[in-house]
């Protein structure tokens, strides 16, 4: 029998999920073996513009509803709709997979936000618990800033399922673990006990293309690999001996090629055999239509000159400092601009 592309990918051990919400989408890559989905303001903004949902947008203000809640209902809406297409799965695998993301607030993280550290983790812990509750299938997206780390300890012991997300370096990913830990371990329970770590890939290749331009044609275009690969090594290893039922993943995430020429699938190709991919709509397209055949990858490592001049070259604390900064600004502009096009379409829809 010959199986497809996505289908070879996922035979090898990789679970593949969908970066949209799009209700068309959702349906299209769960046929195609996707077996869950994250969203973000861009992916809601975007679908708001296609007036699709003008209906419910209307039905929304005419609650007396204010622009913010607006954004965040619809958001809420179209989140459960894809977890109603995945929730089989989360059956199936006893809650292993088959999970939709929910990014809370971009704009706690906003660059103007001057609130202190404390009290934007306590929004952040406060926003998990409302916008989790009643929710099986359901992954709050947080980031991994000072103040999404901070909150990252009572949401876990409270129970709230996490995706942290904008992780760039090992440090990070360190830091979010740990306190994942400690607050899992206040739970009754571990047996519902699940958490992933979104390593974001293609962004550290542009980094590295402006800022350290000395890096070999060898190695300049794998940086981003090889970090997502230690970090994935890291996450193995930490949690080899905690006997926990569910597993504790990787989400290889911004896997979509950003330099005109590489191939479409470098990135899916590269992380094949483990832990989540979730790849943008386009990249699916684009990874089936390509007739490869994908195997077991994510522990291949380029040779040893190559680690060695990535790890001489590469001020990984720089690389954060530089990606966290166009990270939060990535964050909360997607989320500013959905406030303005729900006042748009305010104007239009009662017009």
Known sequence: MHTSPLQSLIAAGTKLWLDSIDPDLVTRNRALGATGATSNPIIIADLIKTGRFDQQLAALMRQGLDDEAVAWQMTDQLVRNAQGVFSPVWQATKGDDGYVSF???????????????????????????????????????????????????????????????????????????????????KRDSLDRFKSVYSIFVS????????????????????VGIVNAKHIWEMNRRFWTDKKLPLRQEIIFASTGTKKPGDPAWKYVEAFAGSDIETNPPATNDAVEACGRSFTRQVD?????SVLGEIERLVDLQKLEDVLMSEGLKKFADPQKALLKLIVEKRKSLSA
Do not use: C
């Open 103 to 185: 990014e809370l607030d971009p704009l706690l993280e906003d660059l103007t936000n001057t609130m202190p550290v404390q009290d934007r983790a306590r929004q952040y812990v406060q926003l998990g618990k409302k916008w989790s509750q009643g929710h099986t299938n359901r992954m709050i997206k947080i980031p991994a800033t000072p103040a999404g780390l901070a909150a990252i300890e009572d949401l876990a012991a409270a129970g709230v399922t996490l995706n942290i997300t904008l992780v760039f370096t090992p440090r990070q990913y360190v830091a979010a673990r740990d306190a994942m830990w400690r607050g899992a371990q």
């Open 203 to 222: 962004r550290v290749d542009v980094y590295t293309e402006q800022h350290v331009p000395q890096l070999s044609p060898a190695a300049q275009g794998l």
């Open 300 to 304: 291949q490592l380029p040779p040893a």
